[in-house]
């Protein structure tokens, strides 16, 4: 942790330290109004996956506007949002592990947890943990949609957990987890629609094999940023968990907008200075490795199309200059993060700004929380 902040409230934009991450109030706050407009007058819930922003400002400002709740992917993620007063918190995640265990339990005595599994292994340590602590959990079976990462397939395999869920003391069963990463970033709105169609087919398959033993299904969660007009209005789904539509990276904002689809806009910026011009067709900038990921692609330059960042070292960035207006050393620049959501997890703070002033300093408290 830095001994020093980007800047303080009050002071100039001018004045922000870089590298430095900086959030623009009114982009954010109209693109949570679109998300919360988008819903209104649907059965469907949101409940904002949290891993994109870590900020619990921002989850309790997501609340105030009609979300459920959060999701997020660490335990120690979900205590900072427990701590911060968000009374429901599913952990989109397989827990495994007597310490995250012993962690996790004792948060369902102030909130409502919800956790993932794919496997009877994964039922009986919930179980286990759940008893002890006398509390609990909500356990969701992740069903695999086309993601092919964690959950098991649709159909059978899913019912069986569900009935060791339901007959598990300290679980109950509260649904399926559907969701389609890999659909979130694929370019063209028919691929997303035909990936999102397939996925609500096996989860609405699932679903009904699951009624048909006599448990209920009271949720099926899942969707993202780039698909959730397409799981709200599929009949299936009844909640969703979108994050990154607060901040829209570079990544998403590459996607090709369908009818129909909400246009978020781009509102979480590196802030950047040039700090070598040592040719006519190259500048430097101190944000690197270390102020924006790069594992979905290079950030790119806001409002100038005439510069292309090309390289990332630890501490610098290259800029591409040969046809570009005047760039100085000393001049400051934005940057579009590729990806929001490791980006978020470089800095200790949100340099939130309105009107060519820093309004606040938000903490990034769920920062570095692996465990």
């Known amino acids: 942790m830095s001994p020093w902040k980007a800047a303080q409230p009050g002071d100039p934009v001018s004045a922000i330290d870089t590298p430095a991450l900086v959030l623009d109030l009114d982009a954010f706050e109209r693109n949570l109004q679109r998300m919360a407009d988008a819903l209104r007058g649907s059965k469907v819930r949101l409940r904002a996956h949290a891993k994109s922003h870590k900020c619990p400002e921002i989850a309790l400002r997501q609340v105030a506007l009609g979300a459920i709740g959060i999701c997020c992917q660490k335990v120690g993620e979900a205590a900072v949002f427990v701590d911060a007063g968000i009374a429901d918190v599913l952990v989109t995640n397989q827990v495994m592990g007597e310490t995250k265990l012993r962690r996790l339990a004792p948060l369902a005595r102030r909130a409502r947890i919800g956790v993932l599994v794919d496997h009877p292994l994964q039922v009986r340590a ?3 943990a759940a008893t002890a602590h006398q509390v609990t959990l909500d356990t969701y079976v992740e069903v695999n949609v086309g993601a092919d990462r964690c959950g098991v397939a649709p159909g059978e395999d899913a019912v069986q957990l569900a009935r060791q869920i339901a007959a598990s003391p300290g679980l109950r069963f509260a649904g399926l987890q559907c969701y389609q990463g890999p659909a979130q970033h694929l370019r063209a ?4 629609r035909d990936a999102i169609a397939s996925a609500c087919e096996a ?3 699932t679903a009904r094999a699951i009624e ?3 448990i209920a299904v009271e949720r099926i969660t899942g969707a993202g940023t780039g698909t959730f007009v397409h799981e709200r209005d599929s009949g299936v789904f ?3 968990q979108a994050g990154s539509y607060v901040f829209l990276d570079r990544d998403y904002g590459d996607n090709q907008r369908g009818e129909g689809d909400v246009g978020f806009e781009h509102a979480l910026f590196v802030r950047t200075t040039v700090i070598s011009r040592a040719t006519a ?3 430097i900038v101190d944000a690197g490795l270390k102020a924006s990921s790069v594992d979905s692609g290079l950030p790119t330059l806001w409002g100038r199309p005439d510069l292309r960042y090309v390289k990332a070292a630890d501490e ?7 046809d570009a207006a005047a760039v100085s050393i000393g001049d400051t620049l934005l940057l579009v993060p590729g990806h929001c959501d490791p980006t978020v997890n470089l800095y200790d703070d949100l340099v939130c700004v309105r009107g060519g002033l820093v309004e606040a300093l938000w903490p990034i408290a769920a920062r570095g929380a692996l465990l």
């Open 126 to 128: 919930l179980s286990v």
């Open 189 to 192: 709105p028919q691929a997303r």
């Open 203 to 205: 989860a609405r398959m």
């Open 212 to 214: 048909a033993c006599g």
């Open 238 to 240: 009844n909640e969703i």
């Open 281 to 283: 067709g190259r500048a």
């Open 316 to 322: 610098h960035g290259v800029l591409a200059t040969p």
